[in-house]
């Protein structure tokens, strides 16, 4: 693969795939649990994100390689949690993750249009981006620089005006939320700050990737955490209750007009998520193909067309998520919402056990950055573990008592049909001498 990704390549990417789902679709949604506790739930799912991805950021510098999110937890740690992580990932994106942000930009379209019709909508916009990730990954980039520059003039357009139509009484319910709402919420939430853990899934594409790619990380996490603590305030400030049954949209009318709404509505929220959707699908087959590489998944799909993109598996996602929007229908925004944040913590998992080898091996301690030497390092993959799995264990129990225990267990029964195919697939590798996991050296790590 080419290293076509420089340093604001990658601030770009993480930035347009984290700040679009994150402040647009979740906000409200969040909002509903915990009211203006949300702005508190921001805070607290950035601390154990923070650490989660500081944790990927190590695995990003040491072995920079496309794929990562499964190459990590399956070489540095176990093969089948790292499928099953992956499995739940899949799951997530098809079930959650792109039809959510489909349906949220036709949600924020059809109010300024409103005669539109929203599965349609989410549809064109699902092939609209399928269609410029076949053009390559430069093209993809290129369009994502574009669209998350013209983003930030759009926050700055809510949020510079918004804080002086802040009503103080608005904000005063912050700390009364209750415990359980801000926990819940703050879990969800968790989902807004995982943009640049896809870095990773580049990694082998980076240019200078092991300073690069931290210092994309850290800069990006700064910033995303600014934006959404600022256009939480002004949202709550200045609209009170409106997001309980609105949208930011909403809240912008009541002090922005003519030709600065226009400025907000179509560069804030329907360029925010169409840059996470063109993110997503930048990175999503990755580690598909680095399992297409390793013949966990039959070779083929791993074809690449002359642009370099990955098109079976890129047409797979786009197939299957396009099926399930329209299987669902415009009813299911909280349900995709909350598959998205499950699949997106749970492909997470194994890697932050993978983290422990960076100490632990001497062929990775040796090429580890700098901070691994540090006494205090071993508390980083211990936080980093344990709060991916609350956070994995929190949202599985609110699908069941929010929607219904159908979905739980379908999640489930996805999860065991995952194992079963990888079980069954490493006893054809072994029979044919063909299992990378066999081996007990970094080659799979060579791009």
């Known amino acids: 693969m080419k290293k076509a990704l420089k340093f604001w390549d990658l601030v770009a990417l993480e930035i347009g795939m984290t700040i679009g789902a994150g402040i647009f679709v979740f906000m409200p949604i969040a909002y509903k649990s915990a009211g203006a506790g949300t702005i508190m739930a921001f805070v607290l799912a950035f601390l154990p994100m923070a650490v989660i991805m500081i944790n990927i950021m190590l695995l990003g510098s040491t072995l920079p390689t496309t794929g990562g999110t499964f190459k990590y937890g399956a070489f540095l740690f176990s093969p089948k949690a790292a499928f099953l992580g992956l499995w739940a990932y899949l799951f997530g994106a098809f079930v959650g993750l792109f039809p959510l942000n489909a349906l949220a930009l036709a949600s ?27 053009l390559g990954l430069k093209m993809a980039s290129r369009v994502e620089i574009t669209a998350v520059a013209l983003l930030f003039i759009a926050i700055a357009v809510y949020t510079v005006p918004g804080m002086g139509n802040i009503d103080s009484k608005n904000l005063e319910t912050v700390f009364s939320a209750g415990p359980g709402t801000i926990i819940y919420a703050s879990a969800l939430l968790t989902f807004t700050f995982a943009g640049s853990n896809a870095v990773i899934e580049l990694g082998g ?3 200078s990737a ?66 996470t959707i063109n993110a997503t699908f930048m990175w999503g087959t990755r580690s598909l193909l680095a399992l297409c590489r390793l013949h966990v998944f039959p ?40 598959f998205a944040s499950i699949g997106g913590i749970a492909v997470i998992i194994p890697t932050m056990f993978a983290v422990f080898r960076l100490k632990r091996d001497p062929r990775l ?37 929010d929607f219904s225990i159908s979905f ?40």
Do not use: H
Not at 301 to 328: A, F, H, Q
């Open 108 to 134: 924020y379209m059809k109010g300024i249009w409103n005669g539109l019709s929203l599965v349609p909508v989410a549809l064109i916009v699902l092939t609209f981006f399928y269609l410029v990730n076949l």
């Open 205 to 207: 594409e980076v240019e």
């Open 210 to 275: 092991k300073k690069n790619l931290p210092l994309s990380v850290i800069f990006s996490l700064t910033v995303v955490l600014i934006c959404y603590l600022m256009m939480a305030v002004v949202s709550f400030g200045v609209g009170g209750d409106t997001l309980e049954n609105g949208t930011l949209n909403d809240v912008a009318s009541n002090y922005l007009s003519g030709f600065l709404f226009y400025v907000f509505a179509f560069g804030g929220p329907i360029l925010a998520i169409a840059t």
């Open 299 to 338: 070779s083929k799909l791993g074809s690449i067309n002359r642009r370099g993109t990955p098109w079976v598996l890129l047409t797979i996602i786009w197939l299957l998520s396009s099926i399930m929007l329209i299987s669902v229908g415009e009813s299911g925004l909280n349900l995709f919402a909350s």
């Open 365 to 401: 301690k040796e090429k580890a950055p700098a901070i691994v030497n540090r006494k205090w390092f071993g508390i980083l993959p211990v936080l980093g573990t344990v709060f991916s799995m609350m956070i994995m264990l929190i949202l599985l129990y609110q699908v069941g008592v």
């Open 408 to 447: 739980f267990l379908l999640f489930i029964v996805w999860e065991v049909l995952g194992m079963i195919y990888f079980l069954f697939r490493l006893k054809y590798l072994d029979r044919a001498r063909k299992n990378p996991f066999s081996r007990n050296d970094l080659s799979a790590f060579d791009d």
